[in-house]
């Protein structure tokens, strides 16, 4: 079974983080959330509380199959001034699993911090305008090797149907799932 660890930070997009959460989980994808913090607990962009499954330096030296970085103005800014956070995303990109930034999450952590590698990649607004080691392209979401990045919330349930959809490695099987939640994909 593929594992996905969330990143939570305070100030994390709650609708990114869950909606993909919960469409990984359909999907029969094990999800684990990890706080970027002292403790399991923080609170969201628009305060709402959430308990994470581990802290992100409990299982610092785990590996998975894919990290998801949901945006937020201040949970990217968040994640973005981590250096735990940073290792582990840097660990992870050399082990060639998937590193799945959405919103400001790619500008910010991952363009603000040289992890772009001058892959391909799509965040939200103008933030692109800050980033040097990346190529930003203007769409939905954009795969670039082992790196899927989503515009922002709006396009949520795209960016998670196209991560599940390389974990499981059959686009057929996501997409009749995505069919019964979410008609357009």
């Given at each position: 079974?593929?594992?996905?660890?969330?990143?939570?930070?305070?100030?994390?997009?709650?609708?990114?983080?869950?909606?993909?959460?919960?469409?990984?989980?359909?999907?029969?994808?094990?999800?684990?959330?990890?706080?970027?913090?002292?403790?399991?607990?923080?609170?969201?962009?628009?305060?709402?509380?959430?308990v994470a499954d581990?802290?992100?330096?409990?299982?610092?030296?785990?590996?998975?199959?894919?990290?998801?970085?949901?945006?937020?103005?201040?949970?990217?800014?968040?994640?973005?001034?981590?250096?735990?956070?940073?290792?582990?995303?840097?660990?992870?990109?050399?082990?060639?699993?998937?590193?799945?930034?959405?919103?400001?999450?790619?500008?910010?952590?991952?363009?603000?911090?040289?992890?772009l590698k001058g892959?391909?990649?799509?965040?939200?607004?103008?933030?692109?305008?800050?980033?040097?080691?990346?190529e930003y392209v203007?769409?939905?979401?954009?795969?670039?090797?082992?790196?899927?990045?989503?515009?922002?919330?709006?396009?949520?349930?795209?960016?998670?149907?196209?991560?599940?959809?390389?974990?499981?490695?059959?686009?057929?099987?996501?997409?009749?799932?995505?069919?019964?939640?979410?008609?357009?994909?």
């Amino acid at each position: 079974m593929k594992k996905v660890a969330v990143l939570l930070a305070p100030g994390f997009e709650e609708a990114e983080a869950i909606i993909t959460i919960d469409i990984l989980r359909r999907l029969n994808i094990e999800v684990e959330t990890l706080a970027c913090a002292e403790s399991r607990a923080v609170v969201s962009y628009h305060n709402i509380p959430m308990v994470a499954d581990s802290t992100l330096t409990e299982r610092i030296n785990a590996l998975y199959d894919a990290v998801i970085l949901p945006g937020g103005p201040q949970g990217s800014v968040n994640l973005a001034a981590n250096q735990e956070v940073l290792q582990f995303v840097e660990r992870h990109d050399v082990a060639g699993m998937l590193i799945c930034p959405i919103c400001s999450a790619a500008a910010r952590v991952l363009g603000g911090n040289g992890l772009l590698k001058g892959r391909r990649y799509v965040c939200s607004g103008e933030l692109y305008e800050t980033v040097r080691d990346g190529e930003y392209v203007d769409a939905p979401v954009v795969e670039d090797g082992n790196m899927i990045s989503g515009k922002g919330l709006g396009l949520a349930f795209d960016f998670a149907f196209t991560v599940a959809s390389r974990l499981l490695g059959d686009e057929i099987a996501a997409r009749d799932h995505a069919d019964h939640i979410y008609y357009s994909w």
